[in-house]
């Protein structure tokens, strides 16, 4: 094992797939490990007994290493890293946070620590905090978004250039032509979320998985900026945001307008009108709903040929 | 020649230097061509005669093939025009315009004509107007950007997808590892704006150049997005239209906000606080200003050596 993330997580291919709320659960995250890669149980949309529910039919489905991803924003932080060290959980991904407040009790307990930044900064803090690598996520990302906007391209080359840590890039990569890039620009692997939605195995509703599909450029949408930027796909719901956000509505009116549970709604339930639809603008990219093991090995082939045609002579110059 | 960038411009490496106002006269264009790129003289920012003597200048100054980049949203395109065939210009870039305007009366007039787009439904309509070429600009792009926000990691396997034209990459783009990644993603070449303002041969003021080698990221923020859409180096004059924007102030107040002659007052005149600082999101990774000799040599390295890394064991996977 050469590659530098495969080394760490134990696994195939340097493959991770992004720990999404209401999209993967333990049947996600499994296939993914049985197929090579890392595979992510999202805990943002979990109570604690759910989650540890799922951690629990994850170890049952697979004896590939598999992890966790726990957004530090809630008020039950505490309870999910219990269930984590409890359930014996090997791998967690932190996110929306500071990388210092878990990492040491983390590490302590024998458990590798990611955390997700979306600039070079937070890439030192996380180095100082003692991670064991980062994922970089760009503006192009689904869900949760970085403040700056800056897209993968440039973010990628940035953390590369202050940290010797293994670097995963994130936002949007959805094929081998894409992982390939990113690991030339500094990256040691990737992860996908979008493309995971889009599986036979992700919990997302299926009218969801539909809207990604059809998903062209311009339909994702960094939006409800005043509060935490996330990336949504336009319905009807985007559009009200956005109409509010132009007219200039206050931060209270905005947590008016979104209400409660509107992710599940949409990313679950399947309300593509009214709901939350967090996606990734390689959406448009994306063009039909396959099993998780034909996804990574289309990802890999992809990969390979592309790797294997930057020798041509078609990429010859001067 | 295998590059179709290369054949098509009959030049040695498919870098574009980016037609930029205030930033791109006739020395910056011609010091691109004579070290083997593609040099546009920036035409958004001249008054007809002061054009007509770039394009005079440049002819003396150069053997080598440049062009020209004429946006479509001056009242005075059809006099830039006549200049263009009055001069022999031989390659001319249109942006920010409609592609069936111009194309068919450059063709006949045996003018190589590349349309700037921001996705992949006006690649189509770039290539039914019979363009022979296309500029995708990402989302991380300085100046003048499009309104549906993808970047250039999923624009340009987007474009690739709809149409055989040859595609240039823009947005990003400053290194020879960039260069490599926009090729695998699909293009043929690239260009390259925010890199070349900090050239010693560009127009820009010492103090907007500074500005740019100081940047780091977050540093640039799509603005102006009621009127047309433009990404800025954040100054007071930022602060100031994002503060209104939040406030949700009208399209009006908007124009009257921004006033009129910032872009000169900042790029030219070296107005750093006052002025409309156009640059991309790559300004966070660009370190000094170089000479045009230096920084397509440094692209042209970093390439070749890039390439030649990734048949390297550090790229296996699997």
Redesign the interface.
Known sequence: M??RI?RLFKI???IIQGGMIWCSGWKLATAVSNA?GLGLIGAGSMYPDVFREHVQKAKKATNKPFGVNIPLLYPNTQELMNIVIEEGVKIVFTSAGNPKTWTTLLKEKGITVVHVIS???FALKSEEAGVDAVVIE???AGGHNG?????????V??VR?VTTLPIIAA???A?G??M???????ADGVQMGTRFIASQESSAHDKFKAEVINAK??DT??SLK?LVPVRLIRNDFYNRVNEAE????SKEQMIDLLGKARAKKGMFEGDIIEGELEAG??S??IEKVDSVEHIIADV?LE??V??AQ??H??????
């Open positions: 050469s590659n495969c195939k291919y340097p090579g600039n070079s900064k760009g503006f192009e403040r700056e906007e800056t897209t993968t391209l440039v973010a080359p940035a250039k936002g949007g990569i094929t032509k894409a390939l890039s990113a690991m030339i620009l500094g450029e311009g949408q960094l005043q132009i007219k200039g509505d603008q390689v448009a990219i890999v990969y390979k592309a790797r930057v020798s002579v078609k990429f010859d110059i001067g």
